[in-house]
């Protein structure tokens, strides 16, 4: 009896330990920057009188009342839409309709008539605050220095040229971890704490999907590259009123990949590989429909596969290699894809959509076996970067010391820009209200790095992918066809 | 399902010859000194870092990377027994466990801050290529090495507890105060069982390590996770038991890779929670663990 209690006092602080040294993993202190003019104290400045209200619930009540005292924004809601919920002091403007999925068409603020100032948090005479969160530690392995270089590139280029409507842009960095959790906890510090104006999403769809609904739930405006359309049990991310995909949802993007497969691989046998994060049973769904409607019976396996791929590895690539499959379409975190081709002997072309999969981070560790890969990207390689944007490398460097420019900056450089052009269309009496309304005018925004994007149908702003291939001999990818619809 | 059982049980195998390293330097620290090391696996990390920069950084022969790897590792562990364990010897077995722990996180925190540059990191296998294929399992070069070197420190183990030194080693943990009397130096005891079983650590870290890329952590949370396994390898073995810490190591891994079989959908955690299933009724019907006989009461 003695003996099985010592056992169990074992195993038990054994599972203890083991938890502390899992929950200690991963972190890399100091992963916090600020870009852009420095020295402004957080949190104080330009905040409109009265904070912003919660957003109305989707489905649940309706909107607030719209702003006050100054002019509303014109048909910033679109239709099912709620207007942020914000409360002001001061005469009432338009009423906004009510939100969520069962909503009628909303109620756009008070047109032209003495509307309160808008949603100004973060929003000064001299400066735009904006927040990016992306996963620098964790599952991901995404290189520090790389974001850390990357962020502010574009924000430190528009300041040099006297900002966005006379306005600086401070870009302030947070680390998610790759985790959910910690990507809510960021997100909310930067909205709470920092009163950041707006939140980029970096990478990562789990992270974007946490952060993009707390944002939601805030009424910041957030923007991120499409990832998942919609999560079991909390709906579509169409739905939220502050959320917007500035390239196209993994979704969408499955036509494109069953384009790509049946181009090169008519006849041949092909699989599809899916991570196990709940967030990509759609697009699970529609990819395995997409690909068995137009190869048929040549799908030879649909599978889903852990988010971390450990000791599974060599499973699954015997499973891969004894499938007798040419080619994988293939959506799990890079780090899974690298340990998959490590353990595979034999070769196949892994294709896919999304951004992560295509860095050359990925080119490195998962070459020579992922020679030829082919994945959709929101931003292209280094190797047309130049050609369809001089102002990025030059940029680039002159922020870090010279360094040569990673695939990272160039995702962050398109992202900044893109996130600019929007600003600089909110107006120079910009609000989070004018922003959003801007975004949703229909207007086209082409910055030459990502393809065009509109969101004057859908949150889902796409309009097309670039399309990289991997090269081993170099191991990088190279910029196969741009803007591939 | 034969063939997918089949690459299981190969996989299994040299996954948890991994596993049977890391689980000896557990047990051998646990025996000598009552000690849980929760830097066993770390010091295989470390080890592996060090013959990286070796062998990629620093264009060493390979040989020379990986001795050079070792020695990183063995220093570590003596570094750790001289800097946290001999301070602490007085303390209860919670505050020498937490130490280590905090040994463990204070080196992923340095493997973190050095590898920012490069995250994902590739170690070149000794001998590259696929020796076999059965059922489909890629079996490498580097696995039958693996293999091959866990059964010669199995062997070089067992010569060794039944020499002078091996018995000094339990003589000092069993009475260290007897032990002292007799000759014995406690103390240089303790530096050799830790200097060992970092030696156990280095060689799980630099020969899996070419398996798979590698991350800060690798062996402790990353992708060749090996201190959880490694600790139910001892448990089965019942934490005093060499070849039962070998043998639970085997049994482990082919436990966990049973858990990725496509009976299981690729559920996430399957294998861990597998192992920890299998664990639970080991436990529940041989409390003393699987491969050592029922202490009998005096």
Not at chain 2, 49 to 60: D, E, I
Not at chain 2, 181 to 203: F, K, N, P, Y
Request: hydrophobic letters at 45%; glycine letters at 14%.
């Amino acid at each position: 009896m003695r003996m099985r209690n010592r056992m169990t006092r074992t195993v038990a602080l054994l599972s203890a330990l083991a938890f502390m040294l899992a929950a200690g993993c991963g972190l890399k202190p100091g992963v916090a920057q600020m870009y852009g003019p420095g020295g402004t104290g957080y949190g104080q400045q330009g905040v409109a009188p009265g904070q912003p209200g919660l957003p109305g619930e989707q489905g649940m009540q309706p909107g607030a009342l719209g702003g006050t005292g100054q002019d509303a924004v014109p048909g910033a809601t679109a239709p099912g839409q709620s207007q942020a919920g914000a409360t002001r002091t001061g005469g009432t403007g338009g009423t906004a309709g009510s939100g969520g999925p069962t909503s009628g068409p909303g109620g756009a603020g008070g047109p032209g008539g003495p509307g309160g100032p808008g949603d100004t948090t973060g929003v000064t005479d001299k400066t735009i605050k904006i927040g990016v969160h992306a996963p620098v530690t964790g599952a991901a392995a995404f290189p520090q220095k790389s974001f850390e270089r990357a962020v502010g590139v574009y924000a430190s280029y528009i300041n040099s040229k006297g900002g966005v409507n006379g306005r600086k842009i401070e870009v302030l960095f947070r680390d998610d971890k790759f985790d959910p959790n910690h990507a809510r906890a960021v997100c909310k510090d930067l909205a709470e704490q920092q009163k950041v104006f707006m939140i980029i999403g970096g990478a990562g769809s789990d992270q974007i999907d946490s952060c993009a609904r707390y944002a939601n739930s805030v009424g910041v405006p957030y923007i991120s590259a499409g990832v998942h359309e919609t999560r079991p049990g909390l709906g579509s991310l169409a739905k939220l009123r502050t959320y917007y995909a500035s390239s196209l949802t993994y979704e969408q993007q499955a036509p494109l990949v069953t384009r790509l497969v049946t181009s090169q691989f008519e006849g041949k046998k092909v699989g599809l590989m899916v991570a196990d994060n709940d967030s990509l049973d759609n697009y699970f769904a529609v990819q395995q429909e997409s690909l068995e409607r137009a190869i048929g019976d040549n799908l030879e396996f649909a599978e889903r596969v852990p988010k971390n791929i450990q000791s599974e590895a060599p499973s699954i690539a015997a499973e891969i290699c004894n499938s007798g499959v040419e080619a994988v379409v293939w959506m799990g975190s890079p780090s899974g894809l690298i340990n998959v081709t490590k353990s595979m002997t034999c070769t196949v072309r892994f294709l896919g959509a999304g951004n992560t999969n295509g860095l050359n981070i990925v080119a490195e560790g998962g070459c020579p076996q992922l020679d030829n890969a082919q994945f959709f990207s929101s931003f292209p390689q280094l190797d047309k970067i130049n050609q369809m944007d001089p102002n990025f490398e030059p940029a680039y460097r002159k922020k870090n010391n010279g360094e040569d420019p990673d695939d990272i900056g160039i995702a962050m450089w398109g992202a900044e820009k893109l996130v600019s052009m929007m600003l600089d269309a909110g107006g120079k009496d910009l609000s989070r209200q004018s922003f959003m309304a801007a975004l949703e005018s229909g207007k086209t925004f082409d910055n030459n790095v990502y393809p065009p994007v509109n969101f004057g149908k859908s949150r889902f702003g796409g309009t097309a992918m670039h399309q990289l291939r991997a090269d081993c001999g170099q191991r990088q990818f190279f910029t196969e066809r741009l803007n591939v619809r | 399902m034969t063939t997918e059982l089949g690459i299981a049980v190969v996989n299994g195998i040299f996954a948890g010859s991994v596993y049977a390293l890391v689980a000896l330097g557990i047990v051998l620290i646990y025996r000598a000194s009552g000690v849980f090391n929760f830097a066993q696996a770390e010091f295989g990390t470390t080890g592996l870092f060090a013959a990286y920069a070796g062998v990629v950084l620093w264009n060493l022969p390979y040989w020379l990377g990986l001795l050079f790897g070792l020695a990183a590792a063995v220093a570590m562990g003596l570094a750790t027994e001289r800097l946290v364990i001999n301070p602490l010897r007085n303390s209860s077995r919670v505050t020498l466990l937490v130490g280590t722990a905090g040994v463990a996180l204070a080196a992923i925190g340095i493997q973190f801050w050095q590898s920012n540059e490069q995250p994902i990191r590739e170690m070149p296998k000794i001998v590259e290529g696929v020796a076999l294929q059965p059922f489909g399992a890629a079996i490498t070069w580097q696995h039958l090495i693996t293999l091959g070197v866990l059964i010669v420190v199995a062997l070089a183990l067992a010569v060794f507890f039944r020499s002078p030194s091996g018995v000094a080693i339990q003589a000092a943990q069993q009475d260290g105060t007897a032990a002292e009397l007799v000759g014995i130096s406690v103390r240089r005891v303790s530096m050799m069982t830790w200097a060992i079983a970092a030696l156990l650590g280095g060689l799980a870290g630099v020969l899996s390590g070419p398996n798979l890329t590698f991350t800060a952590g690798h062996l402790t949370f990353g992708a060749g996770a090996a201190l959880l396994p490694g600790f139910m390898a001892a448990v089965l073995g019942g934490m005093r038991s060499m070849p039962g810490a070998l043998l639970g190591g085997i049994v482990v891994g082919v436990i966990e890779q049973l858990g990725s079989l496509s009976l299981f959908g690729y559920m996430s955690g399957g294998g861990e929670m597998m192992l920890f299933f299998f664990l639970l009724i080991v436990l529940l019907l041989r409390p003393q663990g699987l491969f050592v006989r029922k202490a009998v009461a005096a």
